[in-house]
T-cell receptor, first 111, second 114 residues
Framework: DAKTTQPNSMESNEEEPVHLPCNHSTISGTDYIHWYRQLPSQGPEYVIHGLTSNVNNRMASLAIAEDRKSSTLILHRATLRDAAVYYCILRALSGNTPLVFGKGTRLSVIA | NAGVTQTPKFQVLKTGQSMTLQCAQDMNHNSMYWYRQDPGMGLRLIYYSASEGTTDKGEVPNGYNVSRLNKREFSLRLESAAPSQTSVYFC?????????????FGSGTRLTVV
C-alpha cells in the first residue's frame, strides 16, 4: 500500500476552519483517498473519501491536489466535538484490500 | 440503528486463559474485520473476512483465531492469552458505496491480560 504522511498533531480554535494535510507522493492512479477520525474512547468513524475530484459531505470537504500527491481534509467550522485523531488512508481500488491505518493527526480544538 | 455491536466492552484475563470476542453487524455488509489498537498507536489488522465463509490473515494474526459464523457475526478467539495481547479490539464491517468501501466500526473491547 502506498504510504501517507500526516503531522502528528494540530491545534485549532473553536468555530474556525481547520485544514488537515496529508502527503501521499507514491499514490497510484487507482488508489482512493480515505479519511477516518477517532474520537476519544471510540472506534474510528468514516469521514469522507475521493479519487480525483474534490468531495463535500455534511461532515467535511476533501480537496485533492491536481497531481494527487497530496490532499487536505477541511472542517469548515471546528467544534469541541471535532477533537479527535484523523487518519488519511490510501486504499487500492482493485479488490477488497482492508484499510491500513497509520498514526494519524491528533487535532485539539480550543474553546 | 445498532450498526456494529461488540461484546464484552471490558474484560480482564489471566495469562493462559481463553476467551472469545463477539461482533455482530445489522447492516447486511459482506466484509468484516478485526483490528487491535495499542496505546498511542494506529489500528492494526488481525484478521478479516471478505465474505461469508472466507477468512484471511492480516498484519498481526499470531495468537488469534476467527470464525465467520454467518453474514452477521464474526468472532475473535484468544486461545491462550498473553500480556502482549492487552489492547483495545475493534470490529468493523464494510460496504461498497460511491466508488469504494466505507467502514463502520464498533465501540471496541478493552482487554487486559495480567
Amino acid at each position: 500500500d502506498a504510504k501517507t504522511t500526516q503531522p502528528n498533531s494540530m491545534e485549532s480554535n473553536e468555530e474556525e476552519p481547520v485544514h488537515l494535510p496529508c502527503n501521499h507522493s507514491t499514490i497510484s492512479g487507482t488508489d482512493y483517498i480515505h479519511w477516518y477520525r477517532q474520537l476519544p474512547s471510540q472506534g474510528p468513524e468514516y469521514v469522507i473519501h475521493g479519487l480525483t475530484s474534490n468531495v463535500n459531505n455534511r461532515m467535511a470537504s476533501l480537496a485533492i491536489a491536481e497531481d494527487r500527491k497530496s490532499s487536505t481534509l477541511i472542517l469548515h467550522r471546528a467544534t469541541l466535538r471535532d477533537a479527535a485523531v484523523y487518519y488519511c488512508i490510501l486504499r487500492a481500488l482493485s479488490g477488497n484490500t482492508p484499510l491500513v491505518f497509520g498514526k494519524g493527526t491528533r487535532l485539539s480544538v480550543i474553546a | 440503528n445498532a450498526g456494529v455491536t461488540q461484546t464484552p466492552k471490558f474484560q480482564v484475563l489471566k495469562t493462559g486463559q481463553s476467551m472469545t470476542l463477539q461482533c455482530a453487524q445489522d447492516m447486511n455488509h459482506n466484509s468484516m474485520y478485526w483490528y487491535r489498537q495499542d496505546p498511542g498507536m494506529g489500528l492494526r489488522l488481525i484478521y478479516y473476512s471478505a465474505s461469508e465463509g472466507t477468512t484471511d490473515k492480516g498484519e498481526v494474526p499470531n495468537g488469534y483465531n476467527v470464525s465467520r459464523l454467518n453474514k452477521r457475526e464474526f468472532s475473535l478467539r484468544l486461545e491462550s492469552a498473553a500480556p502482549s495481547q492487552t489492547s483495545v479490539y475493534f470490529c468493523a464491517s464494510s460496504e461498497y458505496r460511491e466508488g469504494d468501501y466505507g467502514y463502520t466500526f464498533g465501540s471496541g473491547t478493552r482487554l487486559t491480560v495480567v
